[in-house]
C-alpha cells in the first residue's frame, strides 16, 4: 500500500497551508461508524492512515513550526456535507471500531475549532460544507478529504502550481460571467442546460489555502461557481433537461428555477430518483458548477469523489450554503437527509454521455467556448 513518508507529508502540510504567525495546532478529524456492520475495509484503513498521520506530523513539529497535533474523532453524521455532532474526543491511541467505544479528551467542536488553526480531515461522510461555513467563522484553514484512500497519494504529489494556474484561470472567467449553455448528448439526442450565474462569485480550489477563513478538498484542482437560486427575488433562469448516468442508465430531470423538478424518464434508476425528489426537494437544487481539470495531469478515477470530481466537469444537487448558496440543512427534513452529490461528466464515469459543448456567457452577451466533445479548449496550446 502506498503511502507517504514523514518528509512528504510534512512537505504537503506546509505547502497546502503556507506558514502564518498566528499557526499553533493543527487536528487530524476522523469519523467511527456508529455500528460495526456500517464498516468497510475503506473505512478502517482511513482511520489508521489518521492515526498514522498523526504520529508522524507529532514527530516533525519543528520543521512544521507547530506547538501541537491533535487526532480529533466523532461519531460518524451518516451523511456527506451534514453538519457535525456538538463534541468528539482527543486521542491519543489507535482510533476504535465503533463510536461507543471513543475515549480520551471530550470537547466540543466549538473548542476544537476556535483553538486549532490547521484542519486536515480525512473522513468517510464529507466534512467540506460544516469546515467552511465553521471556517469563516473562526478564521482556520481547513483541507478535507472525504474517501481518500491510497490510491489517491499520486495526485498529491503532481505540478500544483501548473494545477492552481488553470483554476484561476477558471475563476476569472466564471466571476465575468452571467451564464453557461451546457450541451450533452446521450443515446443520440441532445439535451440542453442553461445555467444562470448573475449575482455569484467563482472559487478556485488549486490545493493552496494560503488565507485564513478557507476549506476545501485535497486532493484539489477544481474552480466552481454556486448557479443563482433565486434568494434575491428574481427567479432564477437556469432551466433545461439535465440527463445523469445511473449504472447503465440514464435519466433525465427537468430543471426549472435552478431545480429538479421532475424526472422525465421510467426505468428503476428514474423511479428512485424521481421518489428522492419527492421526499427531498431540496436535492433537486442545482448546487455547483465545477470544472475539474485533474484528468490533464495523467490521473483516472478510482471510485472516490474526492479525487474524481476533480479530473472533470461536474454538477452537484443539494446543499449549496457552503459554497455561497442559499440551499443550506434547513431545507432538507432532517440532518441525516443533508447531501450535497456531485455527478461527473468524463467519458470514464458516464460513459453513455457526452458533453458536446460548454459555453460561459459574460455580461455582453459574449460567449466563450470552455469545454467541446469532453476536451478543455481553453488549455489548449
Not at 460544516?130 to 491510497?150: D, Q, S
Not at 490545493?207 to 474552480?223: D, I, K, M, Q
Not at 460513459?351 to 459555453?359: C, E, M, Q, V
Request: net charge negative; glycine share 8%; with cysteine.
Amino acid at each position: 500500500m502506498e503511502m507517504l513518508s514523514k518528509k512528504e507529508l510534512i512537505q504537503l502540510v506546509k505547502v497546502v497551508f503556507p506558514p502564518l504567525p498566528q499557526d499553533e495546532k493543527l487536528a487530524i478529524l476522523v469519523d467511527v461508524p456508529r455500528c460495526k456492520s456500517d464498516d468497510n475495509p475503506s473505512w478502517a484503513a482511513r482511520r489508521g492512515l489518521a492515526h498514522q498521520w498523526f504520529r508522524l506530523l507529532r514527530g516533525g513539529l519543528d520543521e512544521l513550526g507547530l506547538s501541537d497535533v491533535l487526532l480529533f474523532a466523532y461519531a460518524s453524521v451518516d451523511s456527506n456535507n451534514a453538519d457535525l455532532p456538538d463534541v468528539g474526543y482527543a486521542l491519543s491511541t489507535l482510533v476504535p471500531e465503533v463510536s461507543s467505544k471513543l475515549s480520551g479528551t471530550k470537547m466540543a467542536f466549538a473548542e476544537v475549532f476556535a483553538s486549532c488553526q490547521l484542519f486536515l480531515a480525512p473522513t468517510q461522510y464529507s466534512t467540506t460544507a460544516p469546515l467552511k461555513v465553521n471556517a469563516r467563522k473562526y478564521g482556520f484553514r481547513a483541507a478535507t478529504m472525504p474517501g481518500f484512500a491510497p490510491d489517491m497519494i499520486p495526485a498529491l504529489r503532481i505540478d500544483y502550481d501548473l494545477v492552481n494556474e488553470r483554476c484561476e484561470s477558471i475563476k476569472r472567467r466564471l466571476d465575468a460571467a452571467v451564464g453557461a449553455d451546457v450541451l450533452f448528448r446521450a443515446d443520440d439526442q441532445d439535451y440542453k442546460v442553461y445555467f444562470d450565474l448573475r449575482f455569484r462569485q467563482g472559487h478556485a480550489s488549486g490545493g493552496r489555502f494560503p488565507a485564513p477563513g478557507t476549506a476545501g478538498n485535497l486532493p484539489s484542482g477544481e474552480s466552481y461557481i454556486v448557479p443563482y437560486e433565486g434568494e434575491k427575488g428574481e427567479p432564477s433562469q437556469t432551466q433545461g433537461v439535465l440527463p445523469v448516468q445511473f449504472g447503465d442508465e440514464i435519466v433525465l430531470f427537468k430543471i426549472e428555477a435552478n431545480r429538479a423538478v421532475a424526472v422525465l424518464t421510467t426505468g428503476t434508476q428514474s423511479r428512485q430518483q424521481a421518489d428522492y425528489l419527492k421526499r427531498e426537494p431540496a436535492y433537486g437544487n442545482m448546487a455547483e458548477l465545477g470544472f475539474g481539470v485533474l484528468g490533464d495531469f495523467g490521473l483516472r478515477p478510482i471510485g472516490e469523489i474526492l479525487l474524481d470530481e476533480k479530473l472533470a466537469f461536474h454538477i452537484a444537487f443539494g446543499r449549496s450554503d457552503h459554497f455561497g448558496g442559499d440551499t443550506g440543512p434547513a431545507q432538507f427534513s432532517s440532518p441525516h437527509a443533508v447531501v450535497h452529490i456531485d455527478y461527473i461528466y468524463s467519458p470514464m464515469t458516464q460513459p453513455g454521455i457526452s458533453l458536446l459543448k460548454l459555453d460561459l456567457i459574460n455580461g455582453d452577451g459574449i460567449k466563450e467556448a470552455i469545454i467541446e466533445n469532453d476536451t478543455y479548449l481553453i488549455f489548449q496550446a
